[in-house]
């Protein structure tokens, strides 16, 4: 077992253990967040790899939006169907594996993507690319989760946000760094192959579990912490307690903000370059670079949003502002003219990303509290009623955008996109909290903020 006084000594120490049987703190906790971010967010450049040089994966094959869509719709059913086989391993296992072997499958994927002679090969390698994401998953919200059990519950949500937008970001900055000096769809895959390998090299080196005792110790730490603010009831009603959060209308409605966000979010990661080169016109290293600037404004709005939420408490008013405003840039966006500079879409996607961040951390802290107002033995459930909806919006999205753009064109979509936002304002406005701040902070407020 590690020992606290040797790591302290030595930065590096911990990694003469299999695991880390303390609680990291300081450098090193982040350190540890550090890696679980470069992990996520180098699985997250994986998959999104493709948004970038879609134009060029359609015209190499011969093949349309619609044919793509079908694709992407079938790799979402297979991203359930490896969250619902792979989900546990991640306690029977640890998180490690499940944080080092995805990336490294990903590195032979990609290596076997930039050599496909065809369109169904390559689409059957997006497919399983899906499904070993969807096992890294769950592993890094627990790693993330173990680490940060006293953070401030947007801000931990923030932090797993960080790894999404990171990843997306790089799918688009590499591709517009990269594809003025090597053209085409496949200098992507080998670019990916190389980052994957070395990531999956960083992680095994470096990342260690915490040991099944520390975790035991914050688990046991969380469960005091709950019993300190909610009713005591003795464990075999726990259970039947927790079912609760499946008769409540309220959070069914809550829920299905995920339905819109999800919607809103993946056109961005995954269609929005292919709308700037073939509505705009803009060529794909330029049309990446554009939507860059969505990810560098959203990556530091998250955190904005995080921190504000948590210290407002007014988790309703931060998400509804961030649909009606990033909304409303959406529907700008959609009725720019199509010889519309780069400057302006530049700016026009910047806003976007500027109050798109106000949309996902407030919500998660704004649903766990709604679901805990409930039954706080009925949390993890209540977020499984989100894994369970989110699929939907995809299926919608990959079937429904391409049949859209080729009747309407790219603007009806973005208006769509858009509309999506404003229901994301209207359903929050079913969750726990106060639309106000308030002036002081009493017992009950310090309850909602305690441990994750």
Same mark, same amino acid.
């Given at each position: 077992?590690?020992?606290?006084?040797?790591?302290?000594?030595?930065?590096?120490?911990?990694?003469?253990?299999?695991?880390?049987?303390?609680?990291?703190?300081?450098?090193?906790?982040?350190?540890?967040?550090?890696?679980?971010?470069?992990?996520?967010?180098?699985?997250?450049?994986?998959?999104?790899?493709?948004?970038?040089?879609?134009?060029?994966?359609?015209?190499?094959?011969?093949?349309?939006?619609?044919?793509?869509?079908?694709?992407?719709?079938?790799?979402?059913?297979?991203?359930?169907?490896?969250?619902?086989?792979?989900?546990?391993?991640?306690?029977?296992?640890?998180?490690?594996?499940?944080?080092?072997?995805?990336?490294?499958?990903?590195?032979?994927?990609?290596?076997?993507?930039?050599?496909?002679?065809?369109?169904?090969?390559?689409?059957?390698?997006?497919?399983?690319?899906?499904?070993?994401?969807?096992?890294?998953?769950?592993?890094?919200?627990?790693?993330?989760?173990?680490?940060?059990?006293?953070?401030?519950?947007?801000?931990?949500?923030?932090?797993?946000?960080?790894?999404?937008?990171?990843?997306?970001?790089?799918?688009?900055?590499?591709?517009?760094?990269?594809?003025?000096?090597?053209?085409?769809?496949? =200098?992507?895959?080998? @670019?990916? $192959?190389? *980052?994957?390998?070395?990531? %999956?090299?960083?992680?095994? +080196?470096?990342?260690?579990? /915490?040991?099944?005792?520390?975790?035991?110790?914050?688990?046991?730490?969380?469960?005091?912490?709950?019993?300190?603010?909610?009713?005591?009831?003795?464990?075999?009603?726990?259970?039947?307690?927790?079912?609760?959060?499946?008769?409540?209308?309220?959070?069914?409605?809550?829920?299905?903000?995920?339905?819109?966000?999800?919607?809103?979010?993946?056109?961005?990661?995954?269609?929005?370059?292919?709308?700037l080169a073939q509505h705009h016109g803009l060529n794909p290293?330029?049309?990446?670079?554009?939507?860059?600037?969505?990810?560098?404004?959203?990556?530091?709005?998250?955190?904005?949003?995080?921190?504000?939420?948590?210290?407002?408490?007014?988790?309703?008013?931060?998400?509804?502002?961030?649909?009606?405003?990033?909304? =409303?840039?959406?529907? @700008?966006? $959609?009725? *720019?003219?199509?010889?519309? %500079?780069?400057?302006?879409? +530049?700016?026009?996607?910047? /806003?976007?990303?500027?109050?798109?961040?106000?949309?996902?951390?407030?919500?998660?802290?704004?649903?766990?509290?709604?679901?805990?107002?409930?039954?706080?033995?009925?949390?993890?459930?209540?977020?499984?009623?989100?894994?369970?909806?989110?699929?939907?919006?995809?299926?919608?999205?990959?079937?429904?955008?391409?049949?859209?753009?080729?009747?309407?064109?790219?603007?009806?979509?973005?208006?769509?996109?858009?509309?999506?936002?404003?229901?994301?304002?209207?359903?929050?406005?079913?969750?726990?909290?106060?639309?106000?701040?308030?002036?002081?902070?009493?017992?009950?407020?310090?309850?909602?903020?305690?441990?994750?």
């Amino acid at each position: 077992m590690s020992n606290p006084r040797e790591t302290a000594n030595h930065f590096f120490g911990y990694l003469r253990h299999k695991e880390i049987d303390f609680m990291p703190k300081g450098r090193l906790r982040w350190w540890l967040l550090g890696l679980i971010v470069l992990g996520w967010a180098v699985e997250q450049y994986e998959a999104l790899k493709n948004g970038p040089v879609l134009v060029y994966i359609l015209a190499d094959f011969d093949k349309t939006l619609v044919e793509w869509g079908q694709v992407a719709a079938i790799a979402g059913i297979v991203y359930s169907a490896g969250a619902v086989i792979l989900s546990r391993l991640a306690d029977r296992w640890g998180r490690r594996p499940l944080m080092i072997y995805p990336v490294f499958a990903y590195a032979i994927v990609s290596v076997c993507g930039a050599l496909s002679t065809n369109f169904w090969t390559l689409a059957s390698l997006v497919a399983i690319g899906s499904f070993m994401m969807a096992g890294m998953n769950p592993a890094v919200h627990a790693a993330s989760r173990d680490l940060t059990p006293r953070m401030g519950r947007a801000m931990v949500y923030a932090w797993v946000s960080l790894a999404f937008t990171i990843g997306a970001l790089m799918s688009t900055a590499v591709a517009a760094q990269t594809l003025p000096i090597w053209p085409g769809w496949r =200098s992507q895959y080998w @670019i990916a $192959a190389a *980052l994957a390998l070395v990531t %999956s090299l960083i992680i095994f +080196i470096f990342y260690r579990d /915490l040991s099944l005792r520390i975790r035991g110790q914050i688990l046991q730490a969380t469960q005091q912490g709950e019993a300190s603010t909610q009713a005591t009831h003795d464990e075999a009603n726990a259970y039947e307690l927790g079912r609760e959060v499946y008769k409540s209308p309220r959070l069914w409605l809550l829920s299905l903000v995920i339905v819109f966000w999800a919607l809103t979010y993946v056109t961005v990661s995954g269609y929005v370059p292919t709308f700037l080169a073939q509505h705009h016109g803009l060529n794909p290293a330029t049309a990446a670079g554009v939507t860059s600037y969505f990810w560098i404004v959203f990556t530091m709005s998250v955190f904005l949003s995080g921190w504000l939420s948590d210290r407002l408490k007014v988790r309703k008013t931060i998400t509804a502002f961030g649909g009606l405003s990033t909304g =409303s840039c959406f529907i @700008i966006g $959609a009725n *720019l003219p199509a010889d519309a %500079s780069q400057s302006t879409l +530049i700016l026009v996607w910047s /806003l976007t990303g500027f109050f798109a961040g106000f949309i996902y951390p407030a919500w998660c802290a704004i649903y766990s509290e709604t679901a805990e107002s409930i039954s706080p033995h009925g949390v993890g459930r209540a977020f499984g009623i989100t894994a369970t909806l989110s699929p939907i919006s995809g299926l919608f999205l990959n079937l429904g955008l391409p049949q859209v753009v080729a009747i309407w064109g790219w603007s009806t979509w973005m208006m769509v996109a858009g509309l999506c936002c404003f229901c994301v304002a209207a359903l929050v406005a079913v969750g726990q909290g106060p639309w106000l701040p308030t002036l002081r902070r009493g017992p009950q407020d310090e309850a909602s903020s305690g441990v994750l």
